[in-house]
Each structure stands twice: as structure tokens, then as C-alpha cells.
């Protein structure tokens, strides 16, 4: 016999602390391997185009409909009817409004997948950009959002370059941009600098952002990036499995 169980001592899996850490480790290990079957079943699910399933499971407000504060339905021709930014098919039988915030990182997180989901489905989608700049959260926001209406009223297709150079550069731009700033950055996106500094002066820019913001409000948005998907609400970064596995089985 062992002198520790001759001399009355227990071993460490037989004190009190002992057993609960075992306890523990055994919970652990479950609740792992209950983590670990579910990440393979949904990988499984998308891999098996059941992109759908997740879509109700992760992002059910797909299929809700959106309400105001109010509690009246979203107006979908004043969200989706204005001159507007947008990626994809005018005519598409899927529109999704994306109201944005150039300074705000899940924004930026958002902009590629959507962009992505343009380049494989736009005949499939519209994909409308709307502004809702949170100044008080990201300072200097309102400011790049004037700016690119400005660029928009000028050239819709140059618009898009001035986009991609606000994300990408998210966190280099100086707060606020001087007017060296703008003359550069309206150079490299081959925009008429002169055009720019009057848009921005006599606050046509802004009218497109206050404007914007306002359907935002009406429409129930707090934060960015929030969409419509054909007037229904769905908030925060969606995955592109989800986003593909919808727009797809749609």
C-alpha cells in the first residue's frame, strides 16, 4: 500500500479542489466539443448552399419587417427612391440600402463585402449608399460624407474612387481635412478641386447628407452599417456566406 494512503492522505483528485477542477476541465472539454460540432455544421450548411439556414439563425430580421418608432411600416420609395450612390442592377428584384459612415470601422469592415456582393450578383441587386455620418462617435465623419456628396453631384462615377480612398485610408486621414487635403484627395480621384471647395462652401454637399441622415432616423437606424434589404432591417456586419447564401436562394 502507498505510504500517502497509509498515512490517511487523499490524493489531489480526491480533495474538494481536486474534483472541482476536474468539474471544470469536464465542462470545458463539453462545451468545446459542442462549439466544434456546431462550426462544422455550419460550414457544412454553406458549403451545401444552405446559406439560408444561417441567414434565420444569425440574421432572422431578414425577414422582418422593419418599423419606426412609430411603429408605421418603412417607406420604401422615399429610402430607395433619390439620386443616390448605387452598385448593381437599377432595376434589380433585390435592393439593399446601406447607410455608412466613413469613419466608422465596421463601415470599412462592411464596404468589401458589400462591394463583393455587387461584383458576383449585380444583376441580381441594387445596392444604394446612404450617408449617416456619427460625429459625435467618429470625429470628422460628417465632413468626408459632405465631401463625397460633393464628389457624387460632380461625377457619379468618380464618386466611387473618393469611396474607396476614404475606407482604405480610414485611419491616416487628418480630422478635420485641411483644404490641402481636399485639393489633393479630389486630384487623385481626378475630381475638379474648384468644383468641390464651392460645393462644400455653399452647403449643397450637405443638404444630400442632412437629407440622408433624416431618412436614417425615420427609417429607425442608430448606428452603422445598417441595411435594408427590400425594407427590412438588418444592423452590424454581415458575413459574406450570409449575404451570398441569401441573395442566391432568394
Known amino acids: 500500500m502507498p505510504d500517502g494512503e497509509k498515512n490517511g492522505a487523499l490524493r489531489w483528485y480526491q480533495t474538494l479542489w481536486g474534483v472541482a477542477l476536474i468539474g471544470l476541465g469536464s465542462l470545458v472539454l463539453i462545451v468545446g466539443i459542442v462549439f466544434a460540432v456546431m462550426i462544422v455544421n455550419y460550414w457544412w450548411q454553406i458549403n451545401h448552399g444552405q446559406g439560408k439556414t444561417l441567414e434565420d439563425k444569425f440574421y432572422g430580421n ?23 450612390p448605387f452598385l448593381g442592377n437599377p432595376d434589380a428584384p433585390i435592393t439593399i440600402v446601406a447607410f455608412f459612415d466613413f469613419k466608422c470601422p465596421n463601415s470599412k469592415a462592411a464596404a ?20 449617416f455620418p456619427g460625429e459625435s462617435i467618429h470625429p470628422g465623419a460628417e465632413q468626408l460624407a459632405r465631401f463625397a456628396s460633393c ?26 481635412l485641411a483644404d490641402s487635403d481636399i485639393s489633393n484627395l479630389a486630384n487623385e480621384a481626378g475630381l475638379n478641386y474648384n ?4 460645393c462644400l ?4 454637399g450637405g443638404v444630400k447628407v442632412n437629407r440622408d441622415y433624416n431618412d436614417g432616423f425615420d427609417a429607425g437606424v442608430n448606428g452603422t452599417p445598417t441595411f435594408f434589404v427590400n425594407g427590412d432591417m438588418v444592423e452590424g456586419v454581415v458575413p459574406w456566406d450570409v449575404w451570398d447564401g441569401f441573395i442566391k436562394n432568394y
Do not use: C
Not at 62 to 84: P, Y
Not at 112 to 131: M, R, S, T
Open 195 to 198: 468644383m468641390i471647395d464651392q
Open 112 to 131: 468589401p463585402i458589400i462591394q463583393q456582393l455587387a461584383d458576383k450578383y449585380g444583376f441580381k441587386v441594387k445596392i444604394i449608399i446612404k450617408d
Open 201 to 204: 462652401k455653399n452647403g449643397k
Open 62 to 84: 431578414f425577414q422582418q419587417s422593419t418599423s419606426t418608432a412609430s411603429g408605421s411600416s418603412v417607406d420604401r420609395k422615399k429610402l430607395e427612391g433619390g439620386d443616390d
Open 151 to 176: 464628389a457624387y453631384l460632380q461625377d457619379h462615377n468618380k464618386y466611387w474612387k473618393l469611396y474607396n480612398i476614404f475606407f482604405s485610408r480610414q485611419d491616416e486621414l487628418p480630422v478635420p
